[in-house]
């Protein structure tokens, strides 16, 4: 019972239980970890998203400014998105965008440096529609005469 309750293994079942996506990229960007409702909220299997870039679920038209901060936060080793949320469309295994919201943990190595980034990710599209739909109505009341 005892090693069923250590850190490593209460991490562990964590990790692929919560339903928020969980990744980790290293310093270059390349997938290194995906968790369970990763592959649910992106469609790519763990076998199909390990070993390949961020841009797998970067949209096309993100991807320069998504790298040009993300090689930035390698040099730096600090970014404030390891405290506040940030949201961004994501792109799905089938061409859809999701918007989404993560956060992001720097991960470094035992001196230090950095190895790259986790992140816990939430598949907000839902909301976003809501919210959407709930602003055209306000627009659509307040132009009413």
Known sequence: MQDSLSPEWLCSR???GIGDAVMFSDRQGIIRFWNAAAERIFGYSVE??????????IPENLRGR??????????SGSSRYSVDLLS???????????????SMALIRDDNGA????????????????REKELK????????RP
């Open 48 to 57: 199909e998203a390990l070993g390949q870039s961020l841009d797998l679920v």
């Open 136 to 143: 055209e109505r306000i627009r659509s009341l307040e132009a």
């Open 88 to 102: 961004a469309p994501a792109l799905r295994k089938d061409g859809s965008r999701i918007s989404t919201e993560f």
């Open 66 to 75: 998504h790298w040009e901060g993300y090689y930035r936060v390698m040099e």
């Open 14 to 16: 964590i990790v692929e």
């Open 114 to 129: 950095m190895l790259g980034v986790a992140a816990t990710i939430r598949d907000v599209s839902a909301r976003w529609q």
